[in-house]
């Protein structure tokens, strides 16, 4: 059982630590974000660079190798997102009256940049990886680019809580873009097949060997599938879900009058923009 255990402790460590680091560095002084930028580029190139050499090996430190690798490439976009480097060719709050279509329209534009980088180092990733036998990092990356979509969609079309405390000051207007109500239609939908591929892999765990490569990645996909399940039932459920963050959220409230003033607006916005 341990043996099953620990690439399940790992998984939840990465997910978990990673979330924290990235939203910590972010709101760090922002003459720090030059060499925090920095140094998570540097790291994104070697972790290409060791997805490319472990896909060739079918080992379990090579399955935890691709693991780790896609989460720091994944870790990347996202410090870039929260700088404003990958949002999108909008960067202003919804208008008010504005149609369905029209605000689904204005929300693609504010990501637009992330989801082109996306499809690219998706397929990076699939180049480097193409005809390996490990392809652990490539599953790894297309899970937390499909429930991550997933995630986005259903803050658009409504949710609970919409995790208003993750986005750094100079994103706030996406707030704008997203609706609070208890539910919506595609939230059971999303939920439920990612459950169902999530229960059939961890099916497919105990029919191999514990000690094998098979079992460790399929461990390791699963447990990541059922983690961003987890997070969507964070978006609907009256539940906290920043606590577990805490620690990396705690210097958020050192922000400029100015910022906080921009923030008073755009919650403003956000409640005439809710669905009830």
């Known amino acids: 059982m341990t043996t099953y255990g620990l690439p399940v402790l790992y998984t939840l460590f990465v997910w978990w630590f990673s979330t924290g680091a990235i939203l910590y560095l972010d709101r760090l002084p922002a003459r720090t974000h030059r060499w925090s930028m920095l140094a998570t580029t540097v790291i994104l190139v070697l972790s290409l660079y060791g997805l490319a050499i472990s896909s060739n090996s079918t ?25 404003g480097l990958l949002t999108g060719p909008r960067c202003i709050a919804c208008p008010r009256n504005c ?39 490539l599953w790894t990356f297309v899970i937390l680019w499909v429930m991550r979509l997933s995630a986005k969609l259903n803050l658009f079309l409504g949710a609970r809580n919409l995790s208003e405390d993750f986005l750094p000051e100079k994103l706030r207007y996406l707030e704008t873009y997203f ?22 892999g961890w099916f497919e765990v105990f029919l191999h060997d514990a000690n094998s490569f098979e079992s460790a990645s399929l461990n390791f996909l699963c447990t990541l599938l059922s983690l961003a399940v987890l997070e969507h039932w964070f978006m609907v459920l009256p539940l906290p879900s920043s606590a577990l963050w805490k620690w990396s959220l705690k210097n958020s409230s050192k922000d400029s009058g100015a910022a906080s003033t921009d923030a008073d607006v755009v919650t403003k916005l956000v409640t005439l923009n809710s669905r009830t």
């Open 179 to 200: 609706t609070r109500r208890p539910m919506n239609l595609l939230f059971p939908v999303s939920v439920s097949a990612a459950t169902t591929v999530a229960v059939i």
């Open 59 to 83: 080992t379990i430190s090579a399955a935890y190798c691709a693991f780790t690798c896609a989460v720091l490439v994944w870790g990347w976009q996202e410090m870039a997102f929260l700088r």
């Open 99 to 137: 149609s369905e279509w029209q605000r689904f329209v204005y929300a693609t534009q504010t990501i637009l940049y992330q989801e082109l980088a996306l499809i690219v180092l998706t397929a990076l990733i699939a180049a480097l990886t193409w005809g390996g036998t490990n392809q652990v990092g």
